[in-house]
T-cell receptor
C-alpha cells in the first residue's frame, strides 16, 4: 500500500534561516514524488516533483527537495526562508505502475511558519 | 489561461438536502479527482475518474456521488446520507504523468 508520512505538524523558522520540511514514503515500485503548497482558502499549488534522474530536484520559489531511496525520504528544503513562505505544505507519492492513473497519496501536511 | 474552476466558493446545506459542487477544467486532462480536506487530516480521496463515463470510489465515497458525462466536467453531489459534510472540497485533474492541478476549492457548511 502507498502512504506518506510528514512527521512534523508544524515547523517554525526565522526569516533568512534554512528550512526543512520532512517527508517519508512507502510505495510499491518506483515512486513519483511531489511537493505542494497551500495558502489559506486556496487550492494546492505544485512546487516540484521527482520522477527519475538527479536526486536533488529544484522547483518553484527557490525550493528544492532531495530524494533518498535508501531512507525512502523526500525532504523539502530552502536555503533562506521568507515570511511569505508561511503556508501548509503537502508531500505526495504515486506509484509508477498500476491502473490508477495519476492517483496521489498525500501526507497530512506540515504548517510552516517563518518568523520575521 | 487553462485551469480548474470550482463553484461556488462557499456553500451551505440544510438538513436532508443534497447539494452539488461544480468542477470544470479546460486543460484537456483525462483524469479528474475529488478530495475532502479537514484540518489536520490532509487530503482524502472521495472519487476519481480516468475517462468519460467511468469513475471509481476513493477512500471515503460513502454519502457522495459523481458523474462524468463530459471530459471537462466532474460534479460532486453531497447527499443527505453524508452526516458530516462540513469540509473544504478540492477538485483536481492530471495529465498522464504530470502533477495534479487543483481548483481553489468549495467550502461547505451546514445550516
Amino acid at each position: 500500500a502507498q502512504s506518506v508520512a510528514q512527521p512534523e505538524d508544524q515547523v517554525n523558522v526565522a526569516e533568512g534561516n534554512p528550512l526543512t520540511v520532512k517527508c517519508t514514503y512507502s510505495v510499491s515500485g518506483n515512486p513519483y514524488l511531489f511537493w505542494y503548497v497551500q495558502y489559506p482558502n486556496r487550492g494546492l499549488q505544485f512546487l516540484l516533483k521527482y520522477i527519475t534522474g538527479d536526486n536533488l530536484v529544484k522547483g518553484s520559489y527557490g525550493f528544492e527537495a532531495e530524494f533518498n531511496k535508501s531512507q525512502t525520504s523526500f525532504h523539502l528544503k530552502k536555503p533562506s526562508a521568507l515570511v511569505s513562505d508561511s503556508a501548509l505544505y503537502f508531500c505526495a507519492v504515486r506509484a509508477s505502475g498500476g491502473s490508477t492513473l495519476g492517483r496521489l497519496y498525500f501526507g497530512r501536511g506540515t504548517q510552516l511558519t517563518v518568523w520575521p | 489561461d487553462g485551469g480548474i474552476t470550482q463553484s461556488p466558493k462557499y456553500l451551505f446545506r440544510k438538513e436532508g438536502q443534497n447539494v452539488t459542487l461544480s468542477c470544470e477544467q479546460n486543460l484537456n486532462h483525462d483524469a479528474m479527482y475529488w478530495y475532502r480536506q479537514d484540518p489536520g487530516q490532509g487530503l482524502r480521496l472521495i472519487y476519481y475518474s480516468q475517462i468519460v463515463n467511468d469513475f471509481q470510489k476513493g477512500d471515503i465515497a460513502e454519502g457522495y456521488s459523481v458523474s462524468r458525462e463530459k471530459k471537462e466536467s466532474f460534479p460532486l453531489t453531497v447527499t443527505s446520507a453524508q452526516k458530516n459534510p462540513t469540509a473544504f472540497y478540492l477538485c483536481a485533474s492530471t495529465p498522464d504523468f504530470g502533477p495534479q492541478h487543483f481548483g481553489d476549492g468549495t467550502r461547505l457548511s451546514i445550516l
